[in-house]
C-alpha cells in the first residue's frame, strides 16, 4: 500500500513538472510571438512615416524653396500645411523625426559630386530624414535620402528647353519585393504646352542589367519584344531610345517600373530623360528606399 501510494505520489510529481515546462515554453513562444508583432508593426509605423516625411518636403520644396536652408529641422502641419520647425519633432510620444538639409556641389559639367570638389548649388539640396525609437531598450532608426530642387529658378545647372518642365520625382522612389525593380517614380509636365520625353539613361552601383520600362501600364522599352533600343539587356549607363511619350500639359505620369535582371536594393540610381529637343534633366536617388 505504501509502495502504490508512493508510486502514485511520484507520477503526480511528473505530471506537474511536464505541465510547468510545457507551460514555460508556451508563455515564451507568445513572449517571442508578441515581441515579433510589436517589431513588425513598429517597422510599418516607421515605413508610413517616412512616406509622409518625404511627401511633406515635397510639398515645402515646391511651395517655399526659400524654407529649404542647410540645417536640423522637424515637421509640423498646420492648417493642412507642412512646415518645418526649429528641433525634431515627436511622433506618438514614441518615434523622433529628424530632417537634415544639406548643400550640394555641382562639377563644370553640372553633375552633382562630393562636398568641396564643385562649386554650390543653392537651386539643390539633400535632405534626411531619419525616425528614431526605442525597441526592447535598444536604440533603432531608420533613414531616407533625396534631392530636392528648385525647379521654378534652377540657376546655371537649371535645363533648358523642354527638359526645363519636366519634374522627375523620385520622392515616393522604392524597391520592390523582389528586390529587382524601382518603383513610384513620377513624370510631370510642368508646362502649358506638351513635351516629349524621347530617351533615358540611368546608371547605378549595383551588378546587373534593365530589362524594360514601363510607364502607366506600357512599356517604352523593352529589351525583348522590339519596343525602343538597342535590344537586348542593356548594363548602366546605356542610353534607352523609347517609344515617344508625350505628356500632356500639367500631367503627371508614373513610372510603374525600372526593371533589372539582379537584385538592384541599396543602389544609387541617376535617371536622365532626354526630349525630343535634345534638352535633357537629371535626377539622382540615395539608398535606403522607403520600402
Not at 564643385?118 to 539643390?124: E, I, K, L, V, Y
Not at 524597391?175 to 513635351?195: E, F, Q, W
Not at 549607363?237 to 500631367?251: A, K, R, S
Request: some cysteine.
Amino acid at each position: 500500500m505504501l509502495f502504490s501510494r508512493g508510486q502514485q505520489l511520484i507520477e503526480v510529481i511528473l505530471a506537474l513538472a511536464i505541465f510547468f515546462a510545457f507551460l514555460s515554453g508556451a508563455i515564451l513562444l507568445s513572449g517571442r510571438s508578441l515581441q515579433t508583432f510589436r517589431s513588425a508593426q513598429e517597422l510599418t509605423d516607421v515605413e508610413l512615416i517616412l512616406t509622409e516625411s518625404l511627401e511633406a518636403m515635397q510639398s515645402i520644396a515646391s511651395t517655399n524653396w526659400n524654407a529649404m536652408t542647410i540645417g536640423t529641422f522637424g515637421l509640423t502641419s498646420q492648417g493642412g500645411a507642412w512646415q518645418m520647425q526649429p528641433s525634431p519633432d515627436s511622433i506618438n510620444g514614441t518615434y523622433l523625426r529628424t530632417v537634415t538639409i544639406d548643400g550640394t556641389e555641382r562639377d563644370a559639367n553640372c553633375a552633382l559630386v562630393q562636398t568641396g570638389q564643385g562649386t554650390a548649388d543653392p537651386s539643390t539640396m539633400h535632405v534626411t530624414t531619419t525616425i528614431s525609437w526605442t525597441e526592447g531598450g535598444q536604440n533603432k532608426s531608420r533613414e531616407v535620402g533625396a534631392y530636392f530642387t528648385d525647379w521654378k529658378t534652377p540657376g546655371a545647372c537649371g535645363e533648358t528647353g523642354q527638359a526645363s518642365n519636366l519634374d522627375i520625382d523620385i520622392s515616393l522612389a522604392s524597391i520592390d519585393a523582389t528586390k529587382k525593380s524601382l518603383v513610384g517614380v513620377v513624370l510631370t509636365n510642368n508646362d502649358s504646352s506638351s513635351i516629349t520625353l524621347d530617351t533615358m539613361t540611368l546608371t547605378w552601383t549595383k551588378p546587373g542589367e534593365i530589362g524594360y520600362i514601363k510607364i502607366e501600364g506600357t512599356n517604352y522599352w523593352h529589351s525583348s519584344n522590339g519596343t525602343g533600343s538597342p535590344q537586348g539587356e542593356q548594363p548602366s549607363g546605356t542610353e534607352l531610345d523609347l517609344v515617344d511619350l508625350v505628356l500632356e500639359p500639367e500631367e503627371s505620369y508614373d513610372i510603374d517600373v525600372f526593371r533589372f535582371d539582379e537584385k538592384v536594393d541599396g543602389a544609387t540610381f541617376t535617371i536622365t530623360a532626354t526630349m525630343i529637343d535634345g534638352s535633357s534633366t537629371t535626377e539622382v536617388t540615395t539608398p535606403p528606399f522607403v520600402p
